[in-house]
């Protein structure tokens, strides 16, 4: 049986418990998982893809299965040049189904091959997005619990 290699992207803007909870999930359920930084010039960003990859190399470090990377253009493109077969992606609540739908039926339609799996977040993270951790943190808010050490740092040096 080929190995089954999932690709998890994402802007990770900064990467938080709740990715983090999807990350070692998934890479229960295959054999190697490519985390993905989507690099759009055209969204603006807290931190650069690099120091976006830079944190997850970080949080990663110890799992071998888990690799960083960073994309753009066509993800089902990536998923190929990676040799990805499963997409993963996470759902959070109904609000993210419709967008999660739509991909993941434009991406069958553009590779039949490649399958999108969402994994339900965690009930504890289901609230939890990258957009309120950094608008907590930026209000002087704590966000200790809810990213890792390094995130932490990251965010409070401004
Ligand atoms: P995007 O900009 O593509 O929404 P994010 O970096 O916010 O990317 O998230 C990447 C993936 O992680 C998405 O599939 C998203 O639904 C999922 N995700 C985000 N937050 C959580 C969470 N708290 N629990 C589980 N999955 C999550």
Redesign the pocket.
Known sequence: MSPRVGL??????P?????V??VHRASRITDRLVVAV?VNPAKTCRFTVEERVDLLEEVFADHDDVEIATFDGLLVDFAKQVGANVV?????AVS?FDY?FSMAHMNRRLQPEIETV??M??PD???????LVKEVAGLGGDVANLVPPTVLRALQAG
Request: charged letters at 20%; hydrophobic letters at 35%.
């Open positions: 998890y992207p994402g802007s990770f803007d990467v938080h418990v709740g990715h909870d999807l989507l993963v992606r996470g759902l959070r993210d999660e969402c994994l977040a965690a993270y289901t609230y939890l997005s990258s957009r």
